[in-house]
């Protein structure tokens, strides 16, 4: 078993990270590449769970997992000890053999990652954060985004192929 690609996309609400996610896996799958998505709840809390579905009565019930199944797909709900969560996560899909697993949001991990930046308060993110490999720009702030990396990270236009393309060269095609 080939260990999986980590890599993940951080930004702001509403920086288009989702939008980005989802055309990559697209152009993954064209490519034989499977993909995972780990998801940040970033609201706050627990995330919303309908009550009504039989597998959520059991995990609402003090259950510490919840697993329902239907024609091949499963939805799990489980409970994790906040000590080495992501880890935790990372591994959960790592039983699906994935050649990479996206993550959304964590942003202060240490995985290789790409900042989306929709605005001018978005570039302090290119400060705060580590670990950054490419920068994703909105149109009104592709410039401000080249001149704060200095040429040392790729930027590219958040619409287009440019990144998908680097991406799929610089992670998949070398690892596998």
């Known amino acids: 078993m080939v260990k999986p690609v980590i890599f993940q996309f951080a930004g702001f609400q509403n920086s ?26 970033g609201h706050g809390g627990k995330p919303d769970f309908p009550l ?22 499963i939805e799990l709900l489980a409970n994790i000890n906040k000590d080495n ?29 790409a900042v989306l930046i929709r605005d001018k308060e978005d570039l302090r993110l290119l ?5 950054i490999e490419a920068i994703l720009a909105w149109p009104q702030m592709l410039h401000a985004a080249e001149e ?11 619409s287009g192929s440019l990144f998908t393309e680097w991406f799929l060269d610089s992670y998949l095609n070398t690892s596998f």
């Open 16 to 41: 288009g990270k989702t939008t980005i996610i989802s055309a990559l896996i697209k152009e993954l799958r064209a490519n034989q590449f499977e993909a995972a998505v780990l998801k940040h709840h």
């Open 52 to 73: 009504q579905k039989d597998s959520h009565k059991h995990f609402h019930s003090g259950a510490i997992a919840s697993l329902v199944e239907g024609e091949g797909t």
């Open 85 to 113: 969560r992501l880890s935790k996560l990372i591994e959960v899909l790592s039983l699906f053999h994935p050649h990479i697993i996206i993550v959304e949001g964590y942003k202060n991990e240490e995985f290789p990652k």
């Open 127 to 131: 400060k705060e954060l580590r670990s």
């Open 148 to 158: 704060f990396s200095g040429g040392t990270i790729p930027v590219f236009p958040i």
